[in-house]
């Protein structure tokens, strides 16, 4: 497995990659790798012959300083995980390395995707995710880059700009890998106190709930939102960021239970915040 931090080095090897007829597969990370990072891999090894992984925690897309402050760093654990996964390169560059202090900041947004969910609460978040992707994209120069679908939003966002913007490659979203309770794997996970641990399970309770309550025959979306909030809330130190019903492609707001719908949400469990979301079709 080779390990680069340096922009040269890493065009150059996928150069050579490209001459020899490489099929390039990348998973783009924020590093303490888990199992659901690795399903990304196991995806592109899969359809690629060269898979890249970038460990990168991005300052430009965080709104909160401390959350930055505080994201789990785990280089060497990373490495060694992504060595027994059959990875080929890790790209992992210093802030300096990918914002030098020479460059004028650029800004990036696809407002339509983003005034919803995490787009709101985090204002400044996904215009740091595309900054920061557009560049990686362009340095991997992947065939095909594969996103989590835990992080739906930033699915679509991505998956529009490749879109817009034409870039030569293809997003391939991966389902969300669970824990045994159903909690959404996540490197934030590590951070709560086995309390809040606990206290994070009423999250994939709580999408059960609303799976449930669907089938059982439940129309009103105003009732059903107060029922899952409630749910939700009975939860000691959990506080709702966020509990919206949108249309998965659009990302708006839905008015009527019916069709295919979009139930996500984010929680604060103790100072941590946790995101997850379900495609739901609603009975006819
Ligand atoms: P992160 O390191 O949290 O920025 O995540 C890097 C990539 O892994 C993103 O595309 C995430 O959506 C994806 N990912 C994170 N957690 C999971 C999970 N539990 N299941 C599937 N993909 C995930």
Same mark, same amino acid.
């Given at each position: 497995?080779?390990?680069?931090s340096?922009?040269?080095? /890493? $065009?150059? &090897?996928?150069?050579?990659w490209?001459?020899? %007829?490489?099929i390039?597969?990348?998973?783009? *990370?924020?590093? !303490?790798? +888990?199992?659901?990072h690795?399903?990304?891999?196991?995806?592109?090894?899969?359809?690629?012959s $060269?898979?890249i992984v970038?460990?990168?925690?991005?300052? *430009? @897309?965080f709104?909160d300083? $401390?959350d930055?402050?505080?994201y789990?760093?785990?280089? =060497?654990?990373d490495? @060694?995980?992504c060595q027994?996964q #059959?990875? =080929?390169l890790?790209?992992?560059?210093?802030?300096?390395?990918?914002?030098?202090?020479?460059?004028?900041?650029?800004?990036?947004?696809?407002?339509?995707?983003?005034?919803?969910l995490?787009?709101?609460?985090?204002? #400044? +978040?996904?215009e740091?995710?595309?900054q920061?992707?557009?560049k990686?994209? +362009?340095?991997?120069?992947? +065939?095909f880059a594969?996103?989590g679908?835990?992080d739906y939003?930033?699915?679509?966002?991505?998956s529009?700009?490749?879109?817009?913007?034409?870039?030569?490659?293809?997003?391939?979203?991966?389902?969300? $890998?669970?824990?045994q309770? #159903?909690?959404a794997?996540?490197s934030?996970? /590590?951070?709560?106190?086995?309390?809040?641990?606990e *206290?994070? !399970?009423l999250?994939?309770?709580?999408? @059960?709930?609303?799976?449930k !309550?669907?089938?059982?025959g439940?129309k009103?979306?105003?009732?059903?939102?107060?029922?899952?909030?409630e749910?939700l809330?009975t939860? &000691?130190?959990?506080?709702?960021?966020?509990?919206?019903?949108?249309d998965?492609? !659009?990302l708006q707001?839905?008015t009527?239970?019916?069709?295919?719908?979009?139930?996500?949400?984010a929680?604060?469990? %103790?100072?941590?915040?946790?995101?997850d979301?379900? &495609? /739901?079709?609603?009975p006819n």
């Amino acid at each position: 497995m080779i390990v680069v931090s340096e922009i040269g080095k /890493l $065009k150059e &090897i996928i150069q050579e990659w490209k001459q020899k %007829g490489e099929i390039i597969g990348f998973c783009p *990370t924020m590093g !303490t790798l +888990h199992a659901g990072h690795m399903d990304l891999v196991t995806q592109s090894k899969k359809q690629c012959s $060269k898979t890249i992984v970038s460990i990168f925690v991005n300052p *430009t @897309q965080f709104n909160d300083p $401390k959350d930055f402050a505080s994201y789990p760093i785990n280089t =060497d654990s990373d490495l @060694q995980y992504c060595q027994e996964q #059959g990875v =080929d390169l890790v790209f992992l560059p210093s802030v300096e390395v990918m914002y030098p202090k020479s460059l004028t900041p650029i800004q990036m947004s696809i407002p339509s995707l983003q005034s919803n969910l995490c787009g709101r609460t985090r204002p #400044g +978040h996904f215009e740091g995710v595309l900054q920061v992707v557009s560049k990686l994209f +362009h340095l991997t120069e992947p +065939h095909f880059a594969f996103f989590g679908l835990k992080d739906y939003q930033q699915f679509r966002v991505i998956s529009a700009l490749v879109m817009e913007l034409n870039f030569p490659l293809q997003v391939i979203g991966v389902p969300t $890998k669970r824990e045994q309770d #159903g909690l959404a794997m996540s490197s934030r996970n /590590l951070r709560l106190t086995p309390k809040d641990r606990e *206290t994070a !399970t009423l999250i994939p309770r709580m999408f @059960q709930l609303a799976k449930k !309550t669907l089938v059982g025959g439940e129309k009103n979306i105003n009732t059903w939102k107060e029922i899952l909030t409630e749910f939700l809330l009975t939860g &000691i130190n959990l506080k709702i960021d966020y509990l919206e019903v949108v249309d998965p492609l !659009t990302l708006q707001p839905v008015t009527n239970l019916s069709g295919d719908i979009l139930l996500a949400t984010a929680v604060f469990v %103790g100072e941590v915040r946790l995101i997850d979301n379900e &495609i /739901l079709t609603c009975p006819n």
